[in-house]
């Protein structure tokens, strides 16, 4: 049961890498093996997940911060819109085994 008294304090939630680590396991609970693997093979852990890509929106070329998240696999691909313009990207992310993120935008009409 969760305490709400007046004297019971949220944990201070902070978005670290040992959060993200975690969230990142959750999702590989189906397979027990390849959550293994991953651990070994995906540091997460570290802290050198990358969190954040600057990509050009390919309908009106601004660059745009985009927030990533390890959390979510190695390999992500989700459509996301341009805060600039609003047309909707294709947006393909894939980590490196340092952490490191591969990202492409493209238009969805490509
Ligand atoms: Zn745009």
């Not at 609970?29 to 570290?46: I, N, V, Y």
């Not at 390999?75 to 609003?86: A, G, I, N, P, T």
Request: include cysteine.
């Amino acid at each position: 049961m969760h305490r709400e008294g007046p004297d019971y304090k949220m944990p201070r939630v902070r978005l670290n890498d040992e959060h993200l680590f975690r969230a990142f396991e959750s999702d590989g609970r189906d397979d027990p093996s390849l959550e293994a693997e991953l651990d070994e093979e995906f540091p997460l852990g570290d802290g050198t997940a990358e969190m954040e890509a600057i990509v050009s929106c390919p309908y009106c070329g601004e660059p745009v911060t985009i927030a990533l998240d390890p959390g979510g696999g190695m390999v992500q691909d989700y459509v996301e819109d341009c805060e600039v313009c609003c047309q909707p990207w294709r947006v393909v992310v894939a980590y490196r085994r340092d952490g490191s993120a591969d990202v492409s935008v493209q238009g969805l009409d490509q």
